[in-house]
């Protein structure tokens, strides 16, 4: 396997030491050493011309908070080699609510390339040049980093030969259905004060374990 064949995200942002620590641990540091997925982090601060690299500017008509600028991003945009197969995605509240099947579609392209924003969000010109708006849910946050790495976490782990056990995406929450919720899970002790971990699931029997984790796998109401 090599990074060509795989999954290559690229993250404009200007706080780049956001993704250090969350990009080093667990499932994406494996992924990264074993050459599933390839991350580039891009300081689109770089990429503005003038002496202090500004990225913002106050909005046209006045109002609170500071926008970003269009040029840097575009700029940052541009020198980015494109895959074939690739996206530029926004994280923006206003798009479209982040789901399973987003994350499931997205996982079969080759490039995602993600921009945060920050402070009052973007010049709105940005929109022409991306693909998809995302939202991951009806909230502000300060920036688009917590986002992008919500994107990236819930693709990554649908890349074949991610996940140790090539079956865990499948039944999981959201896989089978967007209401489809996974069936309770225990592990040791046997019993916590007082609560017991169901019979069945010690019984050894696989075919009466299934059936009794199907019948515990729900179905949301909407
Ligand atoms: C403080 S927010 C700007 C909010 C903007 N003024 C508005 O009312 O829509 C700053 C940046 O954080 C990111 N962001 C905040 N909430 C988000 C969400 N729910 N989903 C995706 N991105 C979000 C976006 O990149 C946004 O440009």
Redesign the pocket.
């Known amino acids: 396997m090599c990074y060509n064949d795989h999954m290559q995200y690229d993250i404009l942002t200007i706080f780049p030491h956001i993704f250090d620590s969350y990009l080093n641990e667990s499932i994406l540091k494996r992924a990264q050493k074993n050459k599933l997925i390839k991350a580039n982090i891009h300081n689109f601060r770089d990429f503005a011309t003038d002496k202090h690299h500004t990225v913002d500017d106050k909005p046209y008509g006045g109002g609170p908070g500071m926008l970003l600028k269009i040029e840097p991003i575009y700029k940052c945009l541009k020198s980015i080699k494109r895959k074939k197969n690739s996206k530029v995605i926004l994280?923006?509240?206003?798009?479209e609510t982040f789901n399973q099947a987003a994350a499931k579609r997205l996982s079969k392209l080759d490039q995602l390339i993600l921009v945060?924003?920050?402070?009052?969000?973007?010049d709105e010109r940005i929109r022409k040049f991306v693909d998809e708006q995302?939202?991951?849910?009806d909230?502000?946050?300060?920036?688009?980093e917590i986002?992008a790495m919500a994107v990236i976490d819930a693709v990554t782990r649908l890349l074949p030969g991610v996940l140790g056990d090539e079956n865990s995406p499948h039944d999981e929450t959201f896989s089978k259905h967007p209401t489809y919720i996974e069936y309770p899970h225990y592990t040791r002790p046997e019993n916590f004060k007082g609560m017991k971990v169901p019979k069945v699931l010690l019984s050894g029997n696989h075919k009466k374990i299934q059936a009794w984790r199907l019948k515990n796998a729900k179905i949301r109401k909407a």
Do not use: R
Not at 116 to 122: S, W
Not at 134 to 137: L, M, T
């Open positions: 994280l923006t509240p206003k798009g945060c924003g920050h402070y009052e969000g973007f995302i939202s991951i849910g909230y502000v946050l300060t920036g688009g986002p």
